[in-house]
């Protein structure tokens, strides 16, 4: 091993002790049970739903809730203390409200401060005491620690520690205590996080998320479609901008852009108002109970189809300077015959509604007009010096990849592409071919280098990530193609339909996953693929669990938009030193109904997977790590303190 490096490793472990005791502790952290991963996906902007889940660790913190206290309090008792370690702050608020008298409110503070700390020290029993620590209230920690590995053997001490909670309710500490006690025990029951995907669009607090996710402990994202279509217009697409505008309009979400990035909408709108009225196709979706006047109504309608038809004159030049995009077919302003109102598709003519083509030249129907191009240029530049943007989307590139191997697993949003017979797609880009992996490793290298390019907005690169959003390839969309144009101007619903990737029908068979988990080197008899992307159809007897178990469907179904469709609120993932769980949730509806009425959002179980034997930390992607460190540290000891 390189001496140098020896050397300086030297500095931090300047004596025989310091290695030894390191070994040792490494080696002991290696025997532990492996923490819980938690997985979620498609949060779509529903930070309340988000948070809800978040809270309650997908039901493991009742779990350990009723491990510990059913044979002491009630139904209705195990609701209320859950709750309270849910939202803290709150609970604590409403319950205090209760009590008649200090005195009851005393012996309430004494007997919560135990049970919680019987919670953490229960919840903790497979970390390290150092790792405990670190998750304490770090104002509480010497008093916590005292509580939690006091020895009650010989008894002595039993009034001391009576003494300690005694004096931490005189001295008006208990509530900082109980809040601090509650999100240890949050913190606690989940390891790591991984959100496989589309944080962003359709809800109305992604900015929230992100910044839950930047405070959060430890955390991994997989991109998904709609992530990295707001990655793109960061990075210089203007077609992705438009497209996230789009849906922020379409969602009544436009907020998200003007109040929450501080990106100024006045040019977009003016240049609205100047050429379009109302239009019932564009009429924004109404998810939330915000009130909108028929005034406000009106202009989101307007703007929502300035910028549409913005993104559908931009996407033309993108799809002739890529002829490997493959996409003429979706030259669709060029299809059409402003005369009749009619556009041919395919070899078949249909009639145009509610069309809104006053800025388009019939001869040029993708040409910009002047105005639409400063409108442009003016959106970019405010995107782009958007400074809380910013922080969300560095932390999305820190973060976050396109596909993550994590300890055997395979995790991805979309799909890998393949052929009907389980062959994987190949797609050629500047002159080479790349399949399977391969291609996903490009499709991540190009976006990295769009993102480290954000004054290039024309380049490959950054017309990739375009791709990414939208192309037959994409291992985000996994369908043929995005039928926007079709849904806004066509009656006929055939042209809505957007053909799925044949992986969506063959990750269903066994063998068939094994090979997409042999592709990227991973043990086909250990791991699974766990995806996000497509909201599972309960309603239609869809099981998210297929192919024995190698393949996961965790498509959240936090998007309300999509809550009819799935009849549930959709499921997350635990992965503990037991297995794999999945858990489904049914809809949430606001946190004030779970604070008064106790109502948690009901979770059912099911076995993905079992654990012959206990995970230990040896057999993951951190042990891995730690062998590693092991190994350096036993050349520093040979090297330093053996001779
Ligand atoms: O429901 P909307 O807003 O019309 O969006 C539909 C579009 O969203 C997509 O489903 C992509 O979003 P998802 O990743 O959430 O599925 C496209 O395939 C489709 O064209
Ligand atoms: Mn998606």
């Not at 919670?119 to 005491?129: D, I």
Request: proline share 3%; hydrophobic share 35%; glycine share 4%.
């Amino acid at each position: 091993m390189n001496t140098k490096f020896l050397d300086l490793l030297a500095q931090r472990y300047d004596s025989e002790e310091k290695v030894v005791k390191e070994i040792i502790n490494l080696e002991a952290i290696l025997h532990l049970p492996k923490g819980t991963e938690h997985f979620v996906s498609d949060l779509h902007g529903e930070y309340q739903a988000f948070q809800h889940v978040l809270r309650n660790g997908s039901g493991k913190v009742k779990e350990k809730i009723r491990d510990l206290f059913t044979d002491v309090l009630s139904e209705e008792e195990i609701n209320e203390f859950a709750t309270l370690v849910y939202y803290p702050e709150e609970k604590l608020q409403l319950i205090k409200n209760n009590f008649g008298n200090k005195e009851e409110l005393l012996e309430w503070y004494k007997e919560i401060i135990e049970h919680l700390i019987k919670l953490v020290s229960y919840s903790s029993s497979k970390y390290t005491r150092s790792k405990l620590r670190k998750a304490l209230p770090q104002q509480f920690v010497y008093i916590i620690e005292e509580l939690l590995y006091k020895t009650d053997e010989y008894t002595n001490k039993k009034p001391y520690y009576a003494k300690i909670i005694q004096q931490v309710i005189s001295l008006n500490q208990a509530d900082k205590l109980i809040i601090g006690l509650a999100y240890t025990t949050q913190r606690l029951v989940v390891d790591h996080l991984h959100v496989v995907g589309d944080i962003y669009d359709r809800g109305p607090e992604p900015d929230k998320i992100m910044d839950t996710l930047i405070n959060y402990h430890s955390v991994d994202i997989q991109w998904g479609n709609h992530d990295v279509l707001w990655i793109g217009a960061y990075a210089g697409s203007k077609v992705c901008l438009a497209n996230i505008i789009r849906i922020c309009a379409r969602y009544d979400n436009l907020d998200i852009i003007e109040d929450v990035y501080g990106i100024n909408l006045r040019p977009l709108l003016n240049l609205a108002e100047k050429y379009y009225g109302d239009n019932p196709a564009f009429r924004p979706k109404r998810l939330s109970d915000k009130k909108l006047s028929e005034h406000e109504q009106v202009q989101i309608t307007k703007i929502h189809q300035a910028i549409s038809m913005i993104q559908f004159k931009l996407e033309s030049p993108i799809i002739k300077r890529r002829p490997y995009f493959n996409m003429s077919e979706r030259l669709l302003l060029e299809k059409i015959d402003y005369d009749r109102n009619e556009i041919t598709i395919q070899g078949k003519t249909y009639p145009l509604d509610n069309t809104c083509f006053a800025t388009v030249n019939p001869n040029q129907p993708d040409e910009l007009l002047e105005e639409e191009k400063q409108v442009m240029d003016k959106l970019l530049f405010s995107v782009q010096h958007s400074e809380k943007l910013a922080r969300h989307m560095k932390f999305l590139m820190k973060k976050g990849s396109l596909y993550l191997k994590y300890n055997g697993n395979l995790l991805i949003h979309g799909c890998i592409p393949i052929d009907e017979n389980g062959n994987m797609e190949k797609m050629t880009i500047d002159n080479k071919t790349y399949a399977g992996r391969e291609l996903l490793d490009i499709f991540e290298h190009y976006l990295r280098h769009a993102f480290a390019h954000p004054e290039e907005t024309d380049d490959l690169a950054t017309d990739m990530v375009w791709y990414l959003w939208t192309g037959e390839y994409s291992s985000l969309f996994g369908k043929r193609a995005m039928t926007t144009f079709e849904r806004y101007f066509i009656k006929d619903k055939e042209t809505h339909k957007e053909k799925k990737n044949p992986y969506y029908y063959l990750r269903e068979n066994e063998d068939m996953c094994r090979k997409m988990l042999t592709e990227f080197d991973l043990d086909p008899d250990q791991g699974h693929i766990i995806n996000g992307h497509t909201p599972v159809k309960e309603i239609d007897g869809e099981n998210p669990i297929k192919a024995n178990g190698k393949m996961v469907v965790i498509d959240g179904g936090f998007s309300k938009a999509y809550q009819s469709t799935t009849g549930i609120a959709g499921y997350t993932l635990l992965y503990n030193s037991y297995g794999m769980q999945l858990v489904a949730h049914q809809q949430f509806n606001s946190k004030e109904d779970v604070l008064l009425n106790g109502m948690d959002v009901l979770s059912v179980k099911r076995l993905v997977d079992k654990e012959l034997e206990r995970k230990k930390v040896l057999e993951t992607n951190i042990g891995e790590e730690i062998l590693q460190e092991i190994t350096i540290l036993k050349s520093l000891m040979e090297y330093r303190y053996m001779k």
